[in-house]
């Protein structure tokens, strides 16, 4: 069968399972219920939640512009289309063990789903040069961006819920100690993703996640918020540093 077809059931797929999620029809809890089990100072406010929408609306633009008959030879749709359908199975594996309340296996789950999005956004990035007429950009590399983005913060989410469900003490260290450290690596993530690939996207989208894990623990953790909003606020000033080049990377080449 081809990719591209596989694609679009697996989107459809994804999207169906995660509605399930949301509205708690899924082994009869919606996923914000399970993690309000083991709340930890990097779960950020439940309006953050919304970006899936934003990410599967990407992705369905990837999906539709893969059936073009333009598209038939096109390297990057090619090299990207495994990657896409595994995170799909990651996605859907994610959620059916989450739901189950395996925090250990859903930790480990995740971070399967964060390596293949990773593989995703470098097959992708011939897309993110490419002139914006050509619709590239805006159809197969501002997806994952914005998707690899979102799950990187996830994935440090979820890693905490694992362990503090498994009991894990840290070593002794405050749970604001750690907390701080996780926000200090996804700033970092984000900056190195802006300066290294000259991708704004990565980096909005994490500053998005901080900011509202600043929310979520304002006021009763002061430290962790004021973490959360500083590292966003240094996500977002590389995102402008770095988007005057994407422009004119993409200027020249239209």
């Not at 995660?18 to 509205?23: G, H, L, M, V």
């Not at 008959?69 to 594996?93: E, I, K, Q, Y």
């Not at 998707?147 to 840290?170: E, H, K, P, Q």
């Not at 994490?206 to 304002?218: D, R, T, Y």
Request: hydrophobic share 60%.
């Amino acid at each position: 069968m081809p990719w591209k077809i596989l694609n679009a059931l697996a989107w459809v797929g994804v999207v169906a399972v995660n509605a399930a999620a949301a509205t708690g029809a899924l082994l009869g809890q919606s996923s914000g219920e399970i993690s309000d089990k083991f709340p930890t100072l990097v779960t950020p406010a439940g309006y953050a939640f919304a970006i899936w929408s934003v990410i599967y609306l990407l992705a369905l633009g990837y999906v539709v512009v893969a059936f073009l008959p333009s598209r038939r030879d096109d390297r990057t749709m090619r090299a990207t289309a495994p990657w896409f359908f595994v995170s799909c199975l990651f996605n859907v594996g994610w959620l059916l063990v989450w739901h189950s309340e395996r925090y250990t296996a859903s930790a480990f789950v995740i971070a399967c789903l964060l390596l293949t999005l990773i593989g995703l956004y470098a097959a992708s990035r011939p897309a993110a040069r490419a002139p914006r007429r050509s619709g590239d950009f805006f159809l197969i590399a501002l997806p994952f961006s914005v998707y690899l983005g979102w799950v990187t913060v996830a994935t440090i989410v979820n890693i905490s819920v694992a362990l503090r469900a498994a009991g894990w003490d840290g070593w002794g260290i405050s749970d604001a100690a750690w907390a701080v450290s996780l926000i200090l690596v996804a700033a970092i993530l984000a900056v190195v993703a802006a300066l290294k690939d000259g991708d704004p996207w990565f980096p909005l989208t994490v500053a998005w996640a901080l900011i509202a894990i600043g929310v979520k623990q304002h006021p009763a953790s002061q430290t962790v918020a004021i973490a959360a909003w500083a590292a966003a606020g240094l996500a977002i000033a590389v995102a402008l540093y770095t988007l005057p080049g994407a422009a004119t990377r993409k200027t020249r080449r239209a």
